[in-house]
């Protein structure tokens, strides 16, 4: 497409600032050399961040998977457990040092990272804390029951375990 | 995030997400974009609607360039009636822009999103996105791309 005389007809209908609020568009074509200076001060920039500030930057990052994660875009889709080993690794924390920080049995931390257990309220809120708010405890909680609803919509043998423990079932409604 | 309903200044939901086969047939005969986007297929295409609506309001179509931690936007358009003094809706570019440094966030790059302009509007993205001037490029990183979401997503 030739964008400059897309440019020069966009002119004739609105302003600049009126084009600049509703399209992008690339100017002239870049050369190899303009595309490998802009790349260079790209990783100059990214080199040049700060530990603290890389952490803040990842722990968002953590937060926005998390969120795209609730909203079901298919790029972002993963599980809590995992979002959970991504909050460790970014802090740099190991597993006992991470339920040190929030007073809960490394035990119950490890079953919560190989998904046998999941996040309840409390520990949402706890890790909401330790995040400095950066990740809301809403995320942990709902992410945790899209969890839970799933297992529940397709989990045959817990579902069976469970009914053998019960005594006198109404019939009303069983078939 | 919310775009404006300008006639009743009034705040509507809407959603951003990937285009499918469906939504490319409804952009290819619609009299709403004015730019081939047949040819932006190859890049990442994403769509700006109204919640629970299929009527497209603005488009974006990006590269995710993996070596260089960066979102490069090639191309957005706001829908025909979303553009000008009688536009109907307001904040769909901005919208879309912000959702980009979320996906950037997302994908461990800081933010960093950037985009190539036309020298005579550059000024424009800088004022209006805080975008910065790096070479022929603008981009937006870290706090100021924070800024913008919290702008356009809040």
């Not at chain 1, 400059?4 to 992008?24: G, H, M, P």
């Not at chain 1, 074509?29 to 990214?46: D, G, I, N």
């Not at chain 2, 006639?7 to 990937?18: C, F, G, H, K, R």
């Not at chain 2, 800081?110 to 805080?130: A, C, D, M, P, Q």
């Amino acid at each position: 497409m030739d964008y400059d005389k897309k440019f020069e007809e966009l002119k004739q209908r609105y302003t600049l600032e009126e084009i600049a609020e509703s399209f992008v568009f690339p100017g002239k074509e870049q050369t190899p050399e303009e595309r490998a200076e802009f790349a260079r001060l790209r990783m100059e920039h990214w080199n040049n961040t700060s530990p603290e500030k890389r952490m803040k930057y990842q722990l968002i990052g953590l937060k926005y998977r998390m969120k795209h994660c609730m909203e079901g875009r298919k790029e972002s889709m993963d599980t809590t457990a995992n979002f959970l080993q991504q909050y460790i690794d970014i802090t740099n924390k190991k597993q006992k040092g991470l339920a040190d920080d929030l007073s809960i049995n490394p035990s119950t931390l490890s079953r919560i990272l190989n998904g046998k257990e999941s996040i309840g309220k409390s520990l949402a809120y706890r890790l909401e804390r330790h995040s400095g708010k950066l990740i809301p405890a809403i995320y942990w909680w709902k992410l945790a029951q899209k969890e839970i609803e799933q297992d529940i919509m397709t989990n045959v043998v817990d579902r069976e375990r469970e009914a053998k423990m019960v005594k006198n079932a109404l019939l009303v409604g069983v078939t | 995030m919310k775009i404006l309903h300008k006639p009743s200044e009034t705040l509507q939901d809407a959603v951003i997400e990937l285009m499918e086969n469906d939504d490319w047939e409804r952009v290819y005969q619609s009299d709403e974009f004015e730019f081939d986007w047949a040819k932006e297929r190859k890049w990442t295409v994403y769509k700006l609607t109204l919640e629970g609506d299929t009527i497209i309001q603005g488009l974006v179509a990006i590269e995710d360039i993996v070596r260089e931690s960066r979102i490069h936007v090639h191309l957005i358009e706001n829908a025909l009636s979303n553009r000008g003094k009688d536009k109907i809706y307001d904040y769909v570019a901005g919208c879309l822009l912000a959702s980009l440094c979320e996906i950037a966030f997302d994908k461990r790059y800081e933010g960093f999103v950037s985009l190539h302009s036309k020298t005579e509007i550059i000024s424009l993205y800088t004022n209006k996105y805080r975008f910065r001037e790096m070479g022929q490029n603008l981009f937006i990183m870290g706090e100021n791309s924070l800024l913008l979401i919290e702008k356009y997503l809040r």
